[in-house]
């Protein structure tokens, strides 16, 4: 990667061409994106964000913000932690992916209680010291540049603020032949299957080798601003969570 391009997937393109072909994917999988995360985790999704919730440090009155939010999952719990009293924006870039979100918040009757933005994680429209938790799960590894990202996640918090990564990360070397097989071969299968979309899930599973690993991730969440960064392995670092604070 240099200056002038950035990775999708396996590939090296512009940044600008990057974003435009990660909007076209989530264009893609938005319809079917919920049940597709169901069967290539087995479910193992809902207890990864679980395990996010439990580290957001919110209380009833709390501020927080769900970047590259999709469907809502993660939003909805932190409106539970941060009760009627308390302010939760999902924010993501893809408009098809904040209608699905949208709808699933008014089905689940978080229609009041949550906002919806559309927003780049790169150039947050929110203000400075604004939220005490920033979650984004499943998302930086889309991002075009990101430490921007990272940074305006910081810049946004609040002091004593949270920020929680969850991401898929680079597992136990007992299990990295198996994850691949199942990454490259099942994977965009189930895409063709079910999203009638192979070759959007082929580049999520290329994204996921391209993404930083654990220690990577946290030395750069640390030259964001953020500080006593540290990160929990899941499903033998299958997935992380890094958290890190605005101190």
């Known amino acids: 990667m240099t200056q002038d391009t950035t990775d999708f997937g396996y590939e090296q393109v512009s940044p600008a061409e990057k974003t435009r072909r990660v909007r076209a994917v989530f264009e893609s999988v938005a319809p079917r994106y919920d049940l597709m995360n169901d069967l290539m985790s087995g479910g193992l999704h809902r207890v ?12 009833a009155g709390g501020r927080a913000l769900d970047l590259a939010g999709g469907t809502g999952d993660i939003a909805r719990g ?9 302010e939760v924006v999902l924010a993501d870039i893809n408009p098809a992916m904040l209608a699905v979100g949208r709808s699933h918040i008014i089905d689940s009757g978080f229609g009041g209680r949550i906002r919806i933005a559309a927003a780049d994680a790169e150039a947050l429209p929110f203000p400075d010291s604004h939220f005490d938790c920033v979650t984004i799960g499943f998302g930086l590894r889309n991002v075009t540049r990101k430490d ?6 910081r810049r946004v918090l609040a002091p004593g603020g949270r920020a929680l990564v969850l991401e898929f990360s680079r597992p136990n070397p007992m299990l990295a032949r198996a994850y691949d097989a199942y990454s490259f071969t099942v994977l965009p299968q189930l895409g063709r299957w079910i999203a009638g979309d192979a070759a959007s899930y082929r580049y999520l599973a290329e994204s996921i080798r391209r993404h930083p690993d ?3 991730l946290a030395a750069m969440m640390e030259a964001a601003g953020l500080e006593r960064v540290r990160y929990y392995n899941l499903t033998g670092g299958i997935v992380a969570l890094h958290v890190g604070y605005s101190l």
């Open 214 to 216: 654990q220690p990577t």
């Open 148 to 153: 921007r990202a990272l940074a305006e996640m």
């Open 78 to 86: 932190l409106a539970r932690q941060v009760g009627k009293g308390g």
């Open 48 to 59: 990864w964000k679980r395990f996010c919730l439990l580290h957001t440090g919110l209380s």
